[in-house]
């Protein structure tokens, strides 16, 4: 098999260059014109490399009549169409697993700093607020509050391990019931009733699509709070914002957006929310090892036709 290799989105520059001594590369992504680049190369392409934040276009998909395989670099696959790519018998691969930690470790990250106010407070040092106003204002703790996992999945299931220790109770809702101890809601606006913080882990795309809505954030109530590591697209933004701004909600911890990195600037102007730009995972260790997952697919691919981690 020709191992040419259409570069959608670049990966980590050292992981470029193992796949450029391996394979021969089409950098789609530094093509000014990209029409005429699909052009010239479009029959030689049998593999793409993309990352999950530019995902692929279907458009693309259509134009490259031999490709047989995508590999994505991230877990989520909601930017890349995977029911056009059953139909044309494309295998896709992403990077599950080796981001859990960090994105777990940012979502408890995100919870704290919302809870405690922490860029309220950085603020108040910084400003001279401490010396000249005195202490800020109390803030309150995660400890014994209900946490409410949205997707208990391998993330979920991560931050759920992180969060009982700091003694909060779990509970979780998604399609269905897990063999666990947590306890389980059936309705969304049941966890959020249940809930004193939604922590949002299920996929992006058109199922989840706007589910944390005004009702959602009604039931959750005024001592409740967002943290959302998943996609920004599971939340209804304008209903988030405004349920911010009037009090519907006390807080929220946001590392994604609907429409990034061009993110809604009426987040910005608020006191309770702690925002983080799309960066759970954007550790130089899990990067690489994402990285690594994608030259392993590749290869495997490569060599025997099968996916290491396969989405499809
Ligand atoms: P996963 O293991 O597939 O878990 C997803 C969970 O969501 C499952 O428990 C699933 O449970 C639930 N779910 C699926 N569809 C649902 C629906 N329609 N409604 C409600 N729940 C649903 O995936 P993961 O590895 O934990 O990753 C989760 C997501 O996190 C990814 O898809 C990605 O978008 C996001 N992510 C973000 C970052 C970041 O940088 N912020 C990094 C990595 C991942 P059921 O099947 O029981 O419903």
Excluded at 1 to 12: D, F, G, Q, T, Y
Excluded at 112 to 141: C, E, F, H, I, Y
Excluded at 182 to 196: F, M
Excluded at 218 to 242: C, F, H, K, T
Aim: charged letters at 20%; glycine letters at 10%.
């Amino acid at each position: 098999m020709s191992c040419h290799v259409l570069v959608v989105s670049a990966i980590r520059p050292r992981h470029m260059d193992v796949l450029a001594a391996k394979y021969i590369l089409h950098r789609y992504d530094q093509a000014a014109d990209k029409d005429g680049f699909v052009a010239d190369v479009a029959d030689k392409i049998t593999a793409l490399v993309s990352t999950a934040g530019v995902g692929v276009p279907t458009v693309l998909i259509d134009r490259l009549p031999n490709l047989k395989v995508i590999t994505s670099f991230g877990v989520g696959y909601d930017s890349i169409d995977i029911d056009a790519c059953r139909t044309r018998g494309i295998k896709v691969s992403n990077t599950p697993d080796v981001l859990n930690d960090d994105v777990a470790d940012t979502a408890i990250m995100l919870m704290l700093a919302t809870l405690r106010r922490l860029v309220v407070g950085d603020q108040w040092a910084r400003s001279g607020n401490w010396s000249a106003k005195g202490a800020m204002p109390l803030t309150t703790t995660a400890r014994g509050k209900k946490l409410g996992i949205v997707g208990l999945g391998r993330i979920g299931q991560a931050i759920a391990s992180r969060a009982t220790p700091i003694g909060m109770e779990i509970g979780y809702y998604g399609r269905s019931k897990k063999p666990v101890e947590y306890h389980y809601e059936a309705e969304l606006t049941g966890l959020a009733r249940w809930a004193d913080i939604l922590m949002i882990s299920c996929p992006g795309g058109e199922a989840t699509k706007g589910i944390v809505n005004d009702a959602v954030l009604r039931a959750l109530g005024p001592s409740g709070y967002v943290v959302n590591i998943a996609r920004g697209s599971v939340v209804d933004e304008p209903a988030l914002i405004a349920a911010l701004r009037d009090g519907v909600i006390a807080g929220a911890g946001l590392d994604v957006f609907a429409n990034e990195p061009h993110m809604d600037r009426g987040f910005a102007g608020l006191e309770n929310v702690v925002l983080y730009p799309h960066h759970a995972s954007g550790t130089v260790e899990t990067r690489d090892a994402m990285a690594q997952l994608v030259v392993d697919n590749l290869a495997a691919w490569f060599d025997t036709g099968v996916l290491v981690t396969p989405v499809n």
